[in-house]
């Protein structure tokens, strides 16, 4: 079992930015690919970013890409969603998961986290 929970999450302004962690703790966080989603209200969950066990491959969505940034620290078994020039429409409770390759974590991840609450505010 892999256990994460998410952390960073809050108000913010239009334009602003936030970083999201997620802590990781259970089986050995370095041989996870990690992702990031997030599930807006009335709206199913959405894929945003994943990443390798190494950190050296990345993907990202169409709507975040260039906006955020996935990263981890395999040292400090955490991986962060950096969002930069947040908009209303990224209103969302953020959910990190954890899988066996970048494939997986991006479409059928092994565990998730419990979420953390992000308002953007116009």
């Known amino acids: 079992q892999v256990q994460l929970v998410e952390s960073g999450g809050g108000l913010v302004q239009a334009g602003g930015s936030l970083r999201l962690s997620c802590a990781a703790s259970?089986?050995?966080?370095?041989?996870?690919?990690m992702g990031w989603f997030r599930q807006a209200p009335g709206k199913e969950r959405e894929f945003l970013a994943a990443?390798?066990?190494?950190?050296?491959?990345?993907t990202y969505a169409d709507s975040v890409r260039g906006r955020f940034t996935i990263s981890r620290d395999n040292a400090k078994n955490t991986v962060y969603l950096q969002m930069n020039s947040l908009k209303p429409e990224d209103t969302a409770v953020y959910y990190c998961?954890?899988?066996?390759?970048?494939?997986?974590?991006?479409?059928?991840?092994?565990?998730w986290g419990q979420g953390t609450q992000v308002t953007v505010s116009s």
């Open positions: 990443i390798s066990q190494s950190g050296g491959v990345k």
């Open positions: 998961a954890a899988g066996g390759t970048i494939v997986v974590v991006a479409k059928h991840p092994a565990y």
């Open positions: 259970g089986r050995t966080f370095s041989n996870y690919a």
